[in-house]
């Protein structure tokens, strides 16, 4: 089985997790992107689903992963303290050298694959999570509140 963000086998069981309303399967350093599928909740396709909402917080606060200010600097630092070049780190995390020279020198933005690689090849983190406020987001869209309980149907992608 592969893990559906990173397309990683997974060693063992996977994760299910619950990505922007679909159920995903994956590898235990992906699921962090998602929240844990709660056992308890029915999950048949299409099934409707009663969800218990606290009324009063129409404010929540969401993490987002954000790379850090000077990850280039760091893969170099780390690189560097290897002993290592750009070539054979490309090697150890199946990228090409050119990619890695691009990050180094900041030219691009790299991938979470490749940040996630990079982040457990040095065991350094690379992200910092940002909190992002929403305030009523998206429970606009819902039908009015009946009581406190409210009816989601399963969103399908
Ligand atoms: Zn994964």
Redesign the pocket.
């Known amino acids: 089985m592969n893990?559906e963000?990173?397309?990683?086998e997974i060693k063992g069981k996977g994760f299910k997790i619950v990505v922007e309303g679909s159920e995903m399967t994956?590898?235990p350093?992906?699921k962090q992107y998602g929240s844990e599928r709660k056992p308890s909740i029915a999950s048949q396709p299409g099934a409707r689903r009663v969800v218990l909402k606290k009324k009063k917080s129409s404010t929540k606060i969401e993490f987002q992963d954000e790379l850090i200010e000077n990850y280039h600097l760091i893969v170099r630092r780390e690189r560097e303290k290897r002993g290592w070049s750009q070539e054979q780190l490309a090697k150890k995390i199946q990228e090409k050298e050119s990619l890695i020279k691009k990050i180094e020198n900041a030219e691009i933005t790299p991938e979470p694959e490749v940040v996630e690689k990079l982040e457990r090849l040095f065991n350094i983190k690379l992200r910092e999570q940002i909190p992002e406020v929403k305030v009523e987001g998206r429970s606009k869209r819902l039908s009015p509140t009946l009581g406190d309980i409210v009816i989601v149907k399963k969103k399908k992608k």
């Open positions: 893990c963000i990173c397309g990683r994956v590898c350093s992906c």
